[in-house]
Nanobody, 127 residues
Framework: VQLQASGGGLVEAGGSLRLSCVAS????????MGWFRQAPGKEREFVAG????????NYADSVKGRFTISRDNAKNTVYLQMNSLKPGDTAIYYC?????????????????????WGQGTQVTVSS
């Protein structure tokens, strides 16, 4: 299984970035997908998650109204559109996959629930 994240970079406050994560080696439609981020000295935190069909979405309060998660099951890809970026959004962003099961069938914000992780992509927002 491989999750390949891309799209990070350096942007000024108020700017936008679009992250992509392409999955391979798994049946993408069977997985809930999430984006997490980790800033230096901080724990990894949930940013957004999308159900296997794309019909259900959750966001962390800190990004609601600014970030949009989506997925394209035909392309095995999940996206994170980030608008109105703030310096506090600076972090390494990771995509993650959680296989649907009888126990885990809704979007979960705990990183330990997700089985597979991408390598991360750096997002830096300058003030």
């Amino acid at each position: 299984v491989q999750l390949q994240a891309s799209g990070g970079g350096l942007v000024e406050a108020g700017g936008s970035l679009r992250l992509s994560c392409v999955a391979s080696g798994l049946f993408f439609r069977s997985y809930i997908m999430g984006w997490f981020r980790q800033a230096p000295g901080k724990e990894r935190e949930f940013v957004a998650g999308v159900s296997s069909s794309g019909g259900s979405i959750n966001y962390a309060d800190s990004v609601k109204g600014r970030f949009t998660i989506s997925r394209d099951n035909a392309k095995n890809t999940v996206y994170l559109q980030m608008n109105s970026l703030k310096p506090g959004d600076t972090a390494i962003y990771y995509c993650a996959a959680n296989r649907i099961s009888s126990v885990y069938y809704t979007i979960n914000d705990k990183p330990e629930i997700y089985e597979f992780w991408g390598q991360g992509t750096q997002v830096t927002v300058s003030s």
